[in-house]
């Protein structure tokens, strides 16, 4: 089992840790939440990278890089969790539709780089 099913798994089981014991049903207002999670998430992503440029730029509020590298990397993990919690919600294959997506991009831009449809 690859990494990204692993995670889905996991989340799955955890969602209803966090729900006190109760699966919550797939509708809107669970993927509007999932949404505002994944929204929530990338928005620390960027705050996260704000203060490492504060304190690249010796500005007041700035973070070591140390402390900025710390932060940032907990943030890109909590939006990657929430990103595969909102494809689970379409039952999405996230390895699958990035590798495409990826492909179609070099393809688009007249890249080599491509995923084999083995990988
Ligand atoms: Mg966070």
Redesign the pocket.
Known sequence: MNFLKKLRAKSVVRNVEYHKGKTQKKNLEELLFRATELAG?SG?VCDAIKKYARGQRNMSGGKSEKESIFAIQ??LA?TLICVERVAEFFDLDLEKITKLKFNATSKKRGFKTKFASYE
């Open positions: 998430e620390e907990e943030e909590d």
